[in-house]
């Protein structure tokens, strides 16, 4: 088996190092804070007391930090222990100007750095199911698929464009944020009609919005193009509705919504597609 380090592990860091030893590797690993290590080792895990040691003798390093500030803090540290052509697979969340210019740098120091942001929970990673987003050279992600495939439900390399992997990590974690906060206005509809969570929650074991993303996504992209499928002028009015059944609960976005639709009426976009709204 090989010789993997990892440095990070928080959650998801030591969901990966369960992962790694249950299917025999020996994994060195590291974190600031040196109590989290405590438990890894229990499993099986070799605690080491600096990046160095950690990535001495790894055919591959895994990061699993913070953001940018700790990952350039690490990444010089580490490279005193890293072997040569040893891959350094960074699955941090970052941003993506910041790794493209990491990723320049770097490989013109000639470190093999390669970006895998990842949606994927602590339970994800300790079943290696979920998805990994690996950007930069086709050469390193064809190299490294079959042992990252080990380790998530699905590799996917989006191009040799080195932050398109970081852009879409964040625009999938903001679609989780706001579908939570979609889903507390839901919340709040039914409690201004005294209907439980739970009975509210039960339409969506019916009605399943998901599948429209793809069509909202390109109504979106295209608004202000088109026939309208819904008219704003409509829109806004269920929007009136909604907010008015939600009473007194508190609300996230139905409010922002209705004020961004407020504008684009006022603009003259009452007979336009809903979607509008979005460009005002």
């Known amino acids: 088996m090989t010789t993997i380090a990892l440095l990070g592990t928080g959650l998801l860091g030591a969901g990966m190092v369960e992962n790694l ?41 895994h990061l699993v930090l913070s953001e940018d500030a700790a990952v350039d803090a690490v990444i010089p ?7 040569a052509n040893v891959p350094v697979i960074d699955h ?18 000639g470190v093999r750095y390669v970006p895998a942001p990842v949606f994927m929970s602590p339970a994800n990673a300790r079943e290696a199911s979920g998805l990994m987003v690996v950007s930069g050279s ?48 839901v919340l709040a509809i039914g409690a201004g009609s005294g209907v439980a969570a739970e ?4 339409l969506f074991d019916v009605f399943k919005p998901g599948g429209a993303l793809p069509f ?7 608004a202000g193009a088109g026939p309208a ?11 009136r509705l909604m907010i008015e059944t939600a009473a007194h ?16 009426l006022g603009n003259g976009h009452g007979k336009a597609d809903y979607s509008i709204f979005t460009k005002a």
């Open 21 to 61: 030893l249950a299917k025999g590797h020996t994994v060195r690993i590291w974190n600031r804070t040196a109590d989290k290590l405590a438990p890894l080792v229990q499993k099986g895990a070799i605690a080491t007391a600096s990046p160095a040691d950690c990535g001495r003798g790894a055919a591959r390093c």
């Open 77 to 83: 540290a580490l490279r005193a222990g890293l072997g």
């Open 92 to 109: 941090s969340t970052n941003l993506p100007a910041t790794v493209k210019a990491r990723c320049v740098a770097l490989r013109a120091q």
């Open 138 to 185: 086709k050469a390193d992600a064809d190299a490294l698929q079959p042992d990252l495939a080990t380790m998530t439900g699905k590799v996917w390399h989006v191009g040799e464009r080195d932050d398109l992997a970081a852009i879409y990590k964040l625009a999938g974690n903001s679609m989780f944020f706001a579908l939570a906060s979609a889903m507390a206005d």
């Open 199 to 202: 009975q509210m929650l039960a």
């Open 216 to 222: 909202i996504g390109q109504r979106v992209a295209k």
């Open 229 to 239: 499928s819904f008219e704003l002028s409509m829109a806004r009015k269920d929007a």
């Open 249 to 264: 609960q508190r609300l996230l976005l139905l409010p922002a919504i209705a004020a961004a639709m407020d504008k684009a």
